[in-house]
């Protein structure tokens, strides 16, 4: 599977990478970077560590957007990824250079390089990506499919009662991508919310990786304990955290670990309450959109599994 990235590199994001990174039926061709969790240009130095960490090939990374396409970026999550995105786990700098390009170019050349077989997996908000429609649209017919982390259908929101984060980041991103005619899953909280890695699990891993993968899982192990405690301070959970990137790279790759449902839906962008909602229309006659598939199930214990096999399992 050839894959694009686009990330906001804090915690999950860079277990995401690393399990795409170490799994043989995948081939990451590019990845760019978005603000999000962090700045995008954090986000890039992040994910060029986490590059080192697996060995991997020369992969071009480039930076991305640093603002929303209409509102004001936030700042950065540090309660749930730590002051450097990274759970506080310092890494080395890297030796490796970003590509100095417009994303949206290169976004333009991956898919004409890859036509009808690039798999775009979102992993922040969406502004790279439809900045890249609005200067290509014919960026939207190249690409095989999109699969992007983000929203909730009935599980409740993570930073508004409605809304979740990476949705709620960039809502007139994410509503013109929705509009775009792609072919598009939508990971969302409805199952990620259900997918827990837990500390015996990671410390299990750790007992049990192949040797190629003990650096990578050394540094999942401590950044983890940060994120466990962001997470425990936002959901009361203990010693477990939702799975949310990583889920969506694994349901790219196996979409059988979910269960979906196409609905045509548009992103609130405006309110107070409720910016960044997903709106679905179940009605006879549903207003003019395009149909999204969501996951609305997911197997939990599977999906454990499958994450930690790209780490055990000799290939």
């Known amino acids: 599977m050839k894959l694009l990235l686009d990330v906001d590199t804090g915690v999950d994001d860079s277990i995401a990478i690393l399990y795409a990174l170490f799994k043989p039926e995948i081939e990451v061709v590019g990845i ?99 900045r890249t429609l609005e200067k290509y649209p014919e960026f939207a017919g190249k690409v095989k499919k999109v699969v992007s982390m983000g929203g909730t259908l009935s599980m409740r929101g993570n930073v508004s009662p409605v809304a979740e984060a990476n949705f709620a980041g960039d809502p007139d991103a994410c509503d013109r991508v929705f509009t775009s005619g792609m072919d598009i899953t939508i990971v969302g909280l409805d199952v990620t919310m259900k997918t827990r890695l837990t500390k015996e699990h990671i410390d299990w891993l750790a007992e049990n990786c192949r040797e190629s993968c003990k650096k990578a899982v050394s540094y999942m192990q401590k950044a983890l304990v940060h994120y466990r405690k962001g997470n425990q301070r936002q959901n009361y959970c203990v010693d477990d955290s939702p799975l949310h990137d990583p889920l969506t790279i694994m349901c790219a790759l196996k979409p059988g670990l979910i269960q979906t449902e196409c609905r045509k839906a548009r992103i609130e962008c405006g ?38 096999s790209a780490f055990w399992e000799e290939v």
């Open 32 to 130: 760019s970077t978005v603000c999000g969790n962090v700045e995008a240009w954090l986000a890039a130095e992040n994910t060029l560590k986490i590059l080192d960490l697996a060995d991997a090939p020369d992969i071009p990374v480039v930076k991305g957007a640093e603002t929303p396409l209409r509102k004001k970026w936030e700042g950065r999550v540090s309660y749930i990824h730590g002051d450097n995105g990274l759970g506080n786990v310092e890494l080395p700098a890297s030796s490796r250079k970003l590509l100095e390009k417009d994303v949206s170019d290169f976004h333009m050349e991956l898919a004409g390089k890859y036509e009808g077989e690039l798999v775009v997996v979102t992993l922040g908000p969406m502004t790279n990506i439809a």
């Open 271 to 308: 309110g107070t309450y409720c910016r960044g909602m997903v709106v679905t229309d179940q009605r006879e006659h549903p207003f003019e959109a395009e149909y999204i598939r969501f996951a609305v199930d997911v197997h939990p214990h599977r999906a454990i599994r499958e994450l930690l």
